[in-house]
């Protein structure tokens, strides 16, 4: 068997109100699942259901040792995951709204890669 790579797609989301690096992450993993269609696993492999399917998540945010990384791969709906946190994304002033989060005013971005693989038979993956 081969990991062969079947799809790419990007995100990014951020948090307005309370600088929330997990936050900003999981709406950046489900800004690119909502925008990905994965129905040619099932069309072209011939596969049932999404077995065989890993899906990597790149992830890049300011403060990356906040992240949640749990919540951050719950938000990935299928298959087998994992993930890598970067310093990256963006930061930048905004205004404080105190019931949002007192004393907090940064607008911070996250942007995420998400590569899906597939599980191949040898001869299938060109191998």
Known sequence: MARK??????GYAADLHGEDMTKAAVRAVRD????ICL?????????DKFQGVYVHADIAVP??????Q????ASIPIGETSLNMT???LSVPGIEVPCFAPGV???VVA?????????????????
């Open 5 to 10: 790579r079947f799809a790419i797609e990007l």
């Open 32 to 35: 690119a699942v909502s925008r």
């Open 39 to 47: 129905c040619g696993i099932v069309e072209i492999c011939g596969r």
């Open 63 to 68: 403060f990356p040792d906040e992240v949640d």
């Open 70 to 73: 749990e919540a951050v791969l």
């Open 87 to 89: 310093e990256g994304g």
């Open 105 to 107: 005013s940064n607008i």
């Open 111 to 127: 942007c995420a890669a998400l590569t899906i693989s597939i599980e191949m038979e040898l001869s299938d993956a060109g191998i």
